[in-house]
């Protein structure tokens, strides 16, 4: 069974930093598009930022330029570094696979996610 297992996340003031952690069991995700998606308090969930198998990276326009993701396929683990965080950060993250032909739809398991709460 495929398990999701997001962490590091917690309480930030605004312009500061977190690293959220995804870690994959069950099976490799080395060959698959991996991606973020965060939901905010009483909104939809939104996607942040996707990686290929290849190392292709793509954000939307509220996060490009502050977040980064990567991967290390040795450790089926992706990463989501934060920079300059705002309070409309704040949302519960979640990782999933994404299909490699549409880097924004979500695939497969989900795990329980992990809290970003930005303060102003």
């Known amino acids: 069974q495929v398990q999701l297992v997001e962490s590091g996340g917690g309480l930030v003031q605004a312009g500061g930093s977190l690293r959220l952690s995804c870690t994959a069991s069950?099976?490799?995700?080395?060959?698959?598009?991996m991606g973020w998606f965060r939901q905010p308090p009483g909104k939809e969930r939104e996607f942040v930022a996707a990686?290929?198998?290849?190392?292709?990276?793509y954000y939307p326009d509220s996060v490009k330029g502050r977040f980064t993701i990567s991967r290390d396929n040795g450790k089926n683990t992706v990463y989501l570094q934060m920079n300059s965080l705002k309070p409309e950060d704040t949302a519960v993250y979640y990782c999933?696979?994404?299909?490699?032909?549409?880097?924004?739809?979500?695939?497969?398991?989900w795990g329980q996610g992990t809290q970003v709460t930005v303060s102003s």
């Open positions: 069950g099976r490799t995700f080395s060959r698959d598009a």
């Open positions: 999933t696979a994404v299909q490699s032909w549409a880097l924004t739809v979500p695939f497969g398991s």
């Open positions: 990686i290929t198998w290849s190392g292709s990276t």
